[in-house]
């Protein structure tokens, strides 16, 4: 395989998978630590993109404005699903899920009642090339990639660094002994929340500018997630990381050399393996 | 777990007089098309029946204490098997309908062993996959199954079975079998087995339950008769196409049970005729309907967790008191 195919099949399945990441990241956190498998996550994705279209083409705002307030929009009004719905039904596995399903129906039938069930495009921001050598980068891949890449530094700083990080992971790995050491597990839950589908809105948004928007689009990111944390293990931050980069490359070089439905066939056949073999994924840990 | 508590939650109300019911139901679904002449209800009629089919083998699956997200895909293999039997092959509808379960309970044969070893979330999960990934096969092996178009003209089962009212009482026919036997199913021995699998397997397991060799065959007489359901919704409409047998269709009979009420089979069967009769007649409101079925879920699982069954047996309750 030469080189000028290799650099922009990696370049494709980097920027793939940086926006995967970013949606995954969040379904797995909000299963780490509530244990609820949120169907509705790629529904906050998609209310992402319907912010920035919002912010960047009516209001208009600037992108770097636009961009990050759609993402914390998106992270502020998931609070009401959380107070309203699974608050009420944490520790109960398969009611919540049920409930997830529900909201997620909700929100995509909501979306289509106001905007419509027809594609939009969101005006791109950055439309240039970047030229290194010889070889052509879009320039709005790799300012996703940017962005993807801050926010995934900044969510590991966070979680690793600050009071209510640490608190994140004494809940996650057991939520008795955190409520008795005095944390607040509702508040953690709350934040944890807010970041997991504040970081899907951000996904959302880059993906809809990228691709397009439309009030289904929720289920394309959703399945991502799915597939990503299956690999790395539902619940495992670093899994996130692992099996968006092994679903994002796979992708970009499956889809150039066989097409893109082969690509979709190797992942689920690639998912049912690892489900058989290694339900808890390569980097999560075994239920007892 | 939690789908434990909400199954065994309820089912006791409506035992008592419970063969007056049935007979009092049994003479309302023969005699309304007598009195009610207009083809539409005749086709919202056959949906109906046809649906609780489908909804009360996702029961069976739900009752072991597995929650499929991928029923639809079984009920999408019997739809194509009769269909492509009756139109390549020009099968006669009889054997045709019967390859429609027996296909699909094969396919479960052989996927159940490896998936049914999974559990809560992880079988939710890879259920969810397998859906989609018969949905891609359909898709995409077009010199088959007609790609995304699917297969028309599909005929019906016998020239008899044109008019949709006479098809109304063939429906009516074959729900009362598929339902009595997952009736009669849970009523045996066998139901006895999977309510103690669904409590504790390991319980059952000592208590010399073959485990997996049971819920294999729950699964596979499940999507068996999801399957004859998916054959005779084909040679109604007249059409199969892989949009049909999506996600959403996994959903719609999840939601059925969710809505009847998981705690006995009465809960789907109410869930199948309620929800399919609601969207027929909120056609003009199409988004709006499906948010309401979005909302309605989500307060279900809120406030009655026991489904429509719960609710009624409060009314009662309340009533008497």
């Known amino acids: ?288 | 777990m939690a789908l434990r508590a909400l199954v065994a939650s309820a089912g006791a109300g409506l035992r008592r007089r419970r063969w007056l019911w049935l007979g009092a139901l049994g003479v309302l679904l023969v005699a309304w098309p007598i009195f009610v002449h207009e083809v539409f209800f005749a086709y919202i009629g056959t949906l109906m029946l046809l649906y609780t089919i489908g909804a009360a083998s996702l029961h069976l699956v739900l009752r072991t204490g597995h929650l499929s997200l991928g029923h639809a895909a079984f009920m999408g293999l019997g739809g194509y098997t009769s269909a492509l039997l009756t139109t390549s092959l020009g099968w006669p509808f009889a054997l045709a309908f019967l390859a429609s379960g027996l296909v699909p309970a094969a396919v479960a044969l052989v996927v159940g062993p490896i998936v049914l070893r999974l559990r809560g979330v992880y079988f939710v999960l890879i259920t969810f996959t397998l859906g989609e990934v018969v949905r891609l096969v359909l898709n995409e092996w077009q010199s088959l199954t007609g790609g995304a178009d699917g297969i028309f003209r599909i005929p019906p089962p016998s020239p008899l079975l044109v008019d949709k009212r006479a098809y109304y009482y063939f429906a009516l026919a074959m729900a009362t079998a598929c339902v009595g036997v997952i009736a009669r199913i849970l009523s045996s021995q066998t139901g006895r087995y999977i309510d103690a699998i669904r409590e504790s397997e390991r319980l059952a397991q000592s208590s010399g339950v073959p485990i997996l060799r049971f819920k294999v065959m729950i699964f596979a007489i499940a999507c068996g008769f999801v399957g004859f359901q998916g054959s005779l919704l084909a040679h109604f409409i007249t059409f199969v196409a892989p949009g049909s047998y999506t996600f959403n269709e996994s959903l719609n009979l999840l939601v059925m049970n969710v809505i009847g009420g998981m705690g006995g089979l009465a809960g789907p069967l109410i869930g199948a005729a309620f929800l399919t009769a609601l969207p027929e007649f909120l056609r003009g409101w199409v988004e709006l309907q499906r948010a309401l079925y979005g909302v309605v879920l989500v307060l279900v699982m809120l406030f009655v967790p026991g489904g429509l069954i719960e609710i009624g047996r409060r009314l009662l309750s309340t009533g008497r008191s």
Not at chain 1, 10 to 21: C, E, Q, R, T, W
Not at chain 1, 149 to 166: E, H, N, Q
């Open chain 1, 1 to 288: 395989m030469s080189v000028d195919l290799l650099v922009p099949i990696l370049f494709n399945g980097m920027s793939l998978s940086a926006i995967y990441i970013l949606v995954a990241l969040g379904f797995t956190l909000v299963f780490g630590i509530m244990r609820v498998v949120n169907f509705a996550h790629g529904e906050f994705a998609m209310m992402g993109g319907f912010w920035l279209l919002f912010l960047l083409s009516w209001l208009p705002l600037t992108y770097w404005v636009a961009l990050p307030l759609a993402a914390v929009l998106v992270g502020a009004s998931s609070l009401l699903p959380e107070q309203l719905v699974f608050r009420r039904l944490y520790g109960q596995e398969l009611p919540s899920m049920i409930a997830a399903l529900g909201l997620s129906v909700v929100i995509a039938e909501g979306a289509v009642i106001v905007f419509g069930v027809h594609e939009r495009n969101i005006p791109s921001t950055f439309q240039g090339l970047f030229q290194v050598g010889r070889f052509t980068f879009p320039e709005d891949r790799l300012v996703v990639m940017a962005i993807a890449l801050a926010a995934l530094a900044a969510f590991w700083a966070f979680v690793r660094f600050t009071r209510i990080g640490l608190a994140l992971r004494t809940v996650a790995q057991d939520r008795e002994i955190a409520e008795a050491q005095g944390i607040d597990t509702r508040a953690t839950y709350r934040i944890t929340f807010f970041l997991a589908t504040m970081m899907a809105g951000l996904g959302g948004a880059l993906f809809a500018q990228i691709y397009a928007l439309s009030p289904y689009m929720g289920s394309v990111p959703l399945m991502k997630a799915f597939i990503i944390v299956i690999i790395g293990g539902l619940g495992s931050v670093p899994g996130a990381a692992l099996g968006g980069v092994l679903l994002g490359m796979s992708e970009s070089f499956l889809a150039t050399f066989f097409g893109a439905s082969v690509a979709e066939f190797a992942s689920f056949g690639a998912i049912i393996l690892l489900l058989v073999l290694r339900p808890w994924g390569l980097l999560g840990t075994p239920e007892a």
